[in-house]
């Protein structure tokens, strides 16, 4: 599982460095001044230039950037009643869709304000007789617990601290490692909650970096001080040649040593500290180990390296290497200091929101889906999405199926959605048996339903509360925008018109030949066409099989 | 030639070999035919190309993290020992001591194995002629220590450069151009002819040869051959699953069709842009292969093709190997773990499947190689489970599954990313080092091969009590990069002169590229 080789991420460090030099330096937080001023390739996509786009852009653009951060916006929120249909132009923003853009920048700072409320309904309360929602493995709870929280998080400052800090333990910095001996679920929750601390107090970069470096948790992940320094010097400075620093720099960390299993693998310091000076990466003495830390977390390669390293995650290593070299450098030029800063730049810029193109990972398909089709998870999905093995609820699949799994690489996800045939058929079941081809919809009819306390599987009834009295072109127009943000071709809606309006199946033995006018036994016309669930279903059986269900499209 | 420049003009000759004239003229459209022309001859001046009587089957097992040599190479030992940091002769007392049959102790074998760490089981398998052991595979040309760029060069066969192709998908786009009646076209390739039991790897990376048709590109399988390609959820549109399956039947434009099949002809027809291509062509493979493992004609669960006995009346079961010696060689079958079951997978497809070409399956299961810390323990079951998998994988090549014949010409190739150090670091483990071992098992009726060899030499460089401590190969020792593995790879499906897919002038400057290792007439080992 360790995946590929990130050679494509070998991007030109020295050009983005240069061109730091070069460009014009915009000090200062645009948090602080509210202004996007970043040039260039990393220019912000701003409320005005936003609320130019037509109404479709405009929602395509918004649920790009809420499937990067995990949520969606369902297509009748954001349109205004009754203005979808099969003609784009009858589209109209609701309230609650305008400046939508502007309206996540504000909520990623505003203090969540019902945490405790979320942590118990999750966990329930046993003394108060308040069930859990959901359920997880005694062991790998820590690795399955932060995405139900994340999912029954709104957007707030804290949810953005956790979603930056599963963003950067699922990348070659900050990963756990689980995957190996000597690395535990307990690593996995330290680092990730040490991380989710540290963002939520705008912990700068290099401080963060300097206290990975020297926790345990670090140590168990790279092993000895010649496996440590080497992989300090290539992770975080992105220098994959300095070979020869690597014994210089391991003297250094010389009394420092992993103990064995036997020992639950703790991190040891000696009292044979080196006394002798090392010149490494060719300007600096280091004679202890806290030294050479310090020299990589304040290298001038450090901020240029991360923010590489994250563009290389959001954008893929498969989109132009000149653009995501002249996004570093943009953004590496306005100097920021925080993963936040970082992140905001890179998921409000125009490249990101209006030009990236790449499929997606399963989290940015699957929940995007969610929210937008009014999924409620049932009590295990955190669970089964995060094991080892496969789960019939979804599909069969699972991250690890996917070889995407989460907290566990030990050089962290490779920058590309992996797209073999084997990971493509575990996406296609989980987002298509877990959401797409099931439906909640008798929950509506239900006089007891309580979507808050139900747990179920599939969409929900909202997505086709208003979808009786549409036309059938206007449905499978609705259906096209509410799960893909564009209407469907005429190709398209003449196909599924005919599906939904012909669809046979034998009334006894299923082995009658239904192509057949008289054949025995008779056939049953499938549909009722005005059946709204059944017409859904159709759409989305088809959307599943559609690529681009999978994958985040261009806008412009 | 550039090595990438020979890999793009194997694309171009592919694609217009391959496309149907409609979609080949639209694909050449930005061709001139003068470059087609120029693509043409460079491929027949530069690949020497010439089939085998019969295609061989290579499985590649992948050691990722860094194998250290120790186990297959104990002869410098007691240098070793008197030099490193900390003493092996404080975890393994009997390290330095040869062999012995009678007391049962002592490590080193007779061809300097170490005998708690696989080696009585590689002595049995170089003593039957089943295997070889090159000791010095050693990167002179790129000693970089660093885990991906390494893998990325061991598994490209080229140098560390971007977007270059993995040694599999270099290998199908040298048969498509050069036995085009058998690869230029999914009615005449074998189905699943390149397959990985580890998922996406680089060994199938596309790089420069991205026009690679779908019939040639990997398909991942599980070690149980289940089908992992149905769709799970057939309600909306048809009921039942794989063999059972039944759709519905819709009338599209006045024709009676599944609605099934028709959503997904749609799909695939309106997702033609060229940023959909991998999932396109993943979402149409799927459905191949759905249909190919839910027909009587797929492959079925492998436990159940392993016979009672092998070829020598040796029985594969779980009981221990014996010996004369009293060293634990391991089971007589395939371990119950991943390694073990993938294992089993590729023999048995390999065997069920004579058209599958190339396998690629990683160790995962017996434990990484990244041997930072407290290793000597853990290193010697890994590598004694690892042997003692390779034995039942070679048996069983030699006898057959329970419905297919013995193949002679599978081979096993079996190394890493890089060797290690050989100090005995502070936290008891090998740092990144470099010289390594290549593992080379069965294929015993492929012309020229070289089986029952232990090649190669060394000697201890490095300053005593300092971690740099390292073999290289002795002096006047035959040494070899690990592109000469790629190499030989492709010499063994016909390519006489495989240094031209192993050669770049970025890094290799005046050499002509990288040779086979294994014996075949020609080739020639790289010197320092």
């Given amino acids: 599982m360790w995946g590929h080789p990130m050679m494509k991420t070998l991007k030109p460090i020295a050009a983005i460095l240069l061109g730091l030099s070069l460009a014009s330096c915009n000090l200062g937080s645009p948090e602080s001044t509210g202004k996007y001023d970043y040039d260039g390739t990393a220019a912000q996509l701003d409320s005005k230039e936003y609320s130019r786009l037509t109404p479709l852009q405009q929602y395509q653009v918004a649920n790009k950037l809420s499937s990067a951060l995990f949520k969606g916006v369902p297509a009748r929120s954001f349109f205004k009643e009754g203005t979808i249909t099969a003609n784009a132009g009858t589209l109209e923003v609701s309230a609650e869709g305008q400046d939508y853009v502007g309206k996540v920048r504000r909520a990623l700072k505003t203090p969540l304000d019902n945490r405790d409320a979320i942590a118990l309904k999750i966990e329930g309360d046993a003394d108060a007789q308040i069930p859990a929602r959901y359920t997880f493995d005694t062991d790998r709870k820590p690795m399955q617990y932060p995405m139900a929280y994340m999912f029954e998080m709104p957007l707030s400052d804290e949810y953005f601290a956790r979603w930056m800090a599963y963003k950067l333990v699922n990348t070659i910095m900050f990963s756990p490692a689980e995957e190996i001996d000597s690395a535990s679920e307990r690593d996995v929750q330290k680092i990730y909650e040490g991380l989710v601390s540290a963002l939520m107090d705008n912990t700068p970069v290099r401080s963060i970096i300097l206290t990975h470096e020297l926790s345990q948790a670090n140590w168990r992940r790279f092993r000895s001080p010649e496996d440590n320094t080497r992989e300090m010097i290539e992770i975080y400075l992105g220098l994959f040649d300095r070979d020869a620093d690597v014994p210089k720099a391991a003297i250094a960390c010389k009394n420092w040593s992993l103990t064995s299993e036997d020992q639950q693998y703790e991190l040891q310091q000696s009292p044979k500290v080196n006394t002798v000076p090392q010149l490494i990466l060719d300007h600096y003495y280091v004679t202890t180990c806290e030294d050479f830390f310090n020299v990589v977390a304040n290298h001038p390669l450090v901020i240029p390296r991360v923010t590489t390293v994250l563009i290389d995650h959001m954008f893929g290593v498969d989109y132009p290497a000149e653009k995501r070299t002249a996004l570093a450098r943009d953004i590496a030029a306005a100097q920021p200091t925080t993963f936040k800063e970082i992140f905001m730049a890179i998921l409000f810029s125009k490249e990101f929101l209006l030009s990236m193109d790449r499929p997606k990972w399963f989290e940015e398909s699957f929940f995007n889906a969610a929210n937008r089709m009014y999924w409620r998870p049932y009590s295990a999905f955190f669970r089964d999405l995060n094991r080892t093995t496969g789960s019939g609820n979804i599909g069969g699949a699972s991250l690890t199926l996917m070889y995407q799994p989460a907290f566990s690489l030990k050089l962290g996800r490779w920058p590309i959605v992996p797209g073999d045939v084997l990971a493509t058929a575990y996406q296609h079941n989980g987002l298509r048996s877990a959401m797409l081809t099931r439906s909640n919809a008798k929950l509506a009819s239900d006089p007891n339903f309580d979507p808050e306390a139900i747990p179920s599987n599939g969409w929900g009834p909202e997505l086709i509360e208003n979808a009786s009295t549409m036309s059938l072109p206007d449905f499978i127009s609705y259906m096209f925008i509410s799960a893909l943000g564009r209407l469907p071709t005429a190709e398209e809606l003449s196909t599924l018109t005919q599906v939904i309006n012909t669809a046979r199946t034998a009334a006894t033995a299923s082995t009658v030949d239904c192509t057949v006018s008289s054949a025995p036994g008779g056939c049953l016309k499938y549909w009722s066409s005005t059946n709204v669930v059944n017409r859904t279903l159709v759409v989305m059986d088809y959307l599943s099989r559609l690529p681009e269900s999978y994958f985040y499209n261009a806008v412009n | ?528």
Avoid at chain 2, 143 to 162: C, L, P, W, Y
Avoid at chain 2, 266 to 287: H, N, Q
Avoid at chain 2, 467 to 490: C, H, K, M
Wanted: net charge neutral; charged share 15%; glycine share 10%.
């Fill in chain 2, 1 to 528: 030639m550039n090595r990438r420049d020979l890999l793009k003009a194997l694309g171009l000759i592919g694609a217009s070999a391959t496309l149907p004239p409609l979609f080949a003229k639209q694909a050449m459209a930005n061709v001139s035919q003068r470059s087609l022309a120029n693509a043409r001859a460079i491929i027949d001046g530069e690949i020497n190309f010439s089939a085998p009587a019969n295609l061989p089957t290579v499985i590649n097992i992948f050691m990722y993290g860094g194998p250290s040599e120790l186990a297959g190479n104990l002869t410098n030992i007691a240098q070793i020992n008197t030099d490193s940091q900390n003493k092996y002769t404080g975890v393994r007392g009997d390290i330095l001591q040869a062999f012995d049959a009678v007391n049962n102790n002592g490590q080193i074998t007779s061809h300097g194995f170490w005998a708690d760490a696989g080696g009585m089981t590689m002595e049995d398998l170089v003593a039957g002629n089943q295997m070889s052991v090159y000791r010095t595979i050693n990167r002179v040309v790129d000693d970089n220590k660093a885990h991906r760029e390494s893998i990325f060069s061991a598994q490209t066969g080229g140098v560390r450069t971007m977007d270059a192709s993995g040694m599999g998908t270099v290998l199908a786009a040298v048969l498509r151009v050069k036995m085009p009646g058998v690869f230029d076209n999914p009615d005449n390739t074998p189905i699943l002819p390149f397959v990985t039991l580890e998922g996406d790897t680089v060994l199938y990376d596309l790089g420069d040869i991205n026009d690679l048709p779908l019939w040639l590109r990997s398909v991942s399988l599980d070690a149980n051959f289940n089908n992992p390609y149905q769709r799970r959820t057939l309600s909306a549109l048809g009921t039942g699953t794989g063999a059972t399956k039944s759709y519905h039947k819709c009338i599209i434009d006045g024709a009676f069709v599944d609605c099934s099949v028709s959503l997904d002809a749609l799909a695939a027809s309106v997702s033609s842009a060229s940023k959909f291509d991998r999932l396109s062509k993943a979402m149409a493979k799927r459905i191949e292969l759905d249909d190919y493992f839910s027909t009587s004609g797929g492959l079925s669960n492998p436990a159940a093709k392993i016979p009672t006995t092998d070829v020598d009346g040796v029985p594969f079961d779980t009981n221990a190997f014996t010996t004369s010696f009293g060293i634990n060689q391991g089971i007589r079958t395939f371990t119950n773990d991943s390694f073990g079951s993938n294992l089993r997978a590729a023999c048995v497809l390999a065997l069920e499947n004579p058209g599958t070409r190339f396998i690629t399956l990683s160790t995962g299961g017996l434990g990484g190689w990244d041997d930072h810390d407290n290793s000597i323990a853990k290193y010697e079951q890994r590598v004694t489970n690892l042997m003692s998998n390779l034995r039942t994988a070679v048996r069983l090549l030699r006898t057959g599954t329970t419905t297919a014949a013995a193949r002679g010409d599978v081979v096993i190739n079996v190394f890493g990313e890089f060797g290690r150090n050989v100090n005995l670091n502070g936290s008891m483990g090998w740092d990144h080092g470099n010289n390594m071992n290549l593992y080379t098992l069965g294929g015993s009726g492929i012309a020229n091969r070289a089986l029952g060899k232990v090649v190669g030499s060394t000697k201890v460089i490095g300053t005593p009590g300092q971690n740099r401590l390292f073999t290289s190969p002795a002096d006047g020792s035959p040494q070899w990069e690990p592109f000469s593995i790629a190499a030989t790879v492709y010499r063994y499906f016909g390519v006489a002169n495989p240094e031209v897919l192993t050669s770049d002038s970025l890094i290799t400057g005046a050499h002509s590229g990288f040779a086979a290792i294994d014996g075949f007439a020609g080739a020639i080992p790289l010197t320092a």
